[in-house]
């Protein structure tokens, strides 16, 4: 292997150049125009001059500054007037003035020069070093914030190019969920009124088992419909406005608890809902989030000898967080990631039918309020979805 050396003049070229930037010296004396240069030359900037009031005011129309130092004493526009019309002018409204002067702090209004905008005051005979350093902090200012503006300006970039992106995609989306509504559900739609017209004028001529294969086939018609229904509900929740408001928690999930009750009249559940439960959100996306998450433990509480589930709400660390608990099939933690995600399924289709959308929708609603939502459970034990809005 061969090591090579680089030169001095390698390792310069990799170096970052710094950019420089401008100071601008305004005084009508020329002599100390020059005093003022040789104490700022070792900064390494750019060093502009101007010899009056007006002369400055040209100086900041042409060009952006760091800082200016400004001597107070001028003829026809003193520095006060001058540091006046600067703060007037919206391209140098914000531009620090360090006003020069060779009175003396008893002679000198200050208070008239901190209320034009004066950062500081320089008093003569000027130490080099002080004034160094009091200009090098303007200068730095002013070099972060050039930066920031450029990462600003990256990133708005950034984000313009995302949005269009994003805007292709949710519309591929639609068209992919009007596909779904129109190409796919028409022919199951029609696929699954055959199967029944089969059964209901064919039924008795058919033995056991094609009739038990056209049922299986109703039932695989159903579980793709389904299917598309979630699909359907996962797109409509990625568009359209939200309108957030004051939303009764505790009337909402009992008022969905009798309604999943009511289509299932032979489940006894043992339901507790806690009083004066309230988000802010928007009410219909409350109502889909709250529907899956209650249908949820419903299907997984059913199984248990005496199911029960439990709607409350917790305040931890200042923070509001509702629940629904059960004492259903619970889950192993360690697979808690998939919880969420759209078909992913902890358990299999016979023991607990479904399209496996209902979890993956309740965190998009969730996400759409900037909030979260998580799961704790054991297997054997019982599963409580927390979310947070």
């Known amino acids: ?219 695989a018609s159903k579980r793709m419909t389904s299917v598309f229904d979630g699909l359907q509900m996962l797109f409509r929740l990625t568009s359209g406005e939200m309108r957030r408001e004051q939303t009764d928690v505790s009337a909402m999930a009992r008022q969905i608890v009798d309604e999943q009750m009511a289509e299932n009249p032979g489940q006894k559940v043992e339901v507790e809902i806690a009083p004066g439960i309230t988000v802010n959100g928007d009410k219909r996306l409350v109502h889909i989030l709250l529907s899956n998450l209650i249908n949820n433990s419903l299907k997984f509480a059913a199984g248990q000898k005496t199911p029960r589930i439990t709607i409350g709400r917790e305040m931890v660390d200042s923070e509001s967080r509702v629940f629904v608990r059960d004492n259903g099939a619970g889950f192993d933690m360690i697979d808690s990631h998939r919880l969420f995600g759209a078909f992913q399924r902890l358990h299999s289709q016979s023991d607990f039918p479904g399209a496996g959308i209902g979890l993956a929708t309740a965190r998009r609603i969730v996400n759409r309020h900037g909030g979260r939502i998580w799961a704790e459970g054991a297997v054997g034990e019982g599963a409580t979805f927390y979310f947070v809005l």
């Open 1 to 219: 292997m061969v090591t090579r050396t680089r030169g001095a003049n390698e390792i310069a070229a990799t170096t970052p150049t710094k950019t420089k930037v401008n100071v601008l010296l305004v005084d009508d004396d020329a002599t100390k125009r020059f005093a003022l240069r040789t104490i700022l030359t070792p900064l390494d900037e750019t060093i502009m001059e101007a010899s009056s009031g007006a002369d400055a005011l040209r100086q900041l129309l042409r060009n952006e500054f760091a800082v200016v130092l400004l001597d107070v004493r001028m003829p026809i526009m003193d520095g006060f007037e001058t540091a006046q019309l600067i703060r007037q002018r919206p391209r140098s409204e914000l531009t620090p003035i360090i006003f020069v002067t060779a009175l003396d702090q008893a002679e000198t209004d200050m208070g008239r020069g901190y209320n034009l905008g004066a950062v500081d005051f320089v008093f003569a005979p000027v130490v080099p070093a002080i004034m160094r350093a009091k200009v090098t902090v303007f200068v730095e200012l002013y070099r972060a914030q050039q930066e920031l503006r450029r990462y600003r300006t990256q990133l708005e970039t950034l984000v313009e190019e995302r949005t269009i992106a994003l805007t292709a995609i949710n519309r591929e989306l639609e068209a992919f969920s009007y596909s779904v509504s129109h190409d796919l559900r028409g022919p199951l739609a029609s696929f699954d009124a055959m199967s029944q017209k089969m059964l209901d004028s064919y039924g008795p001529k058919l033995d056991e088992a094609a009739t038990a294969n056209l049922e299986r086939m109703r039932e």
